[in-house]
């Protein structure tokens, strides 16, 4: 089985920024798909980005395009989201996610989940 741990999140005032972390143990990375959803109050959870098991294809939600940035490092087995830019819209729960390879954008296609971090947007 694949845990995943994550750290990161926490207030912060509109247009700074915010980084996440996701560790995994359990799996290498190999053959997975890493990915971030996020979901408010009352809100479904909503894909925000995604990454292949190589690194080399990346995957973004049009909201976050140009101000979110994924990446991962292979040797830790962590993926990072590198949140800048940060709009009071973006408040949420965020989850990182892993799964076999398949389509990175929906949710029902992972198979683990982290515990979720709280990340609150300021006005």
């Known amino acids: 089985q694949v845990q995943l741990v994550q750290s990161g999140g926490g207030l912060v005032q509109a247009g700074r920024s915010l980084r996440l972390s996701c560790a995994a143990s359990?799996?290498?990375?190999?053959?997975?798909?890493m990915g971030w959803f996020r979901q408010a109050p009352g809100k479904e959870r909503e894909f925000v980005a995604a990454?292949?098991?190589?690194?080399?294809?990346?995957y973004y939600a049009d909201s976050v395009v140009g101000r979110f940035t994924i990446s991962s490092d292979n040797a830790k087995n962590t993926v990072y989201l590198q949140m800048n830019s940060l709009k009071p819209e973006d408040a949420a729960v965020y989850y990182c996610?892993?799964?076999?390879?398949?389509?990175?954008?929906?949710?029902?296609?992972?198979?683990?989940w982290g515990q979720g971090t709280q990340v609150t947007v300021s006005s």
């Open positions: 996610g892993a799964g076999p390879m398949g389509a990175p954008r929906y949710a029902n296609l992972y198979t683990y």
């Open positions: 359990g799996r290498t990375f190999g053959s997975y798909v």
């Open positions: 990454i292949s098991w190589s690194g080399r294809n990346t």
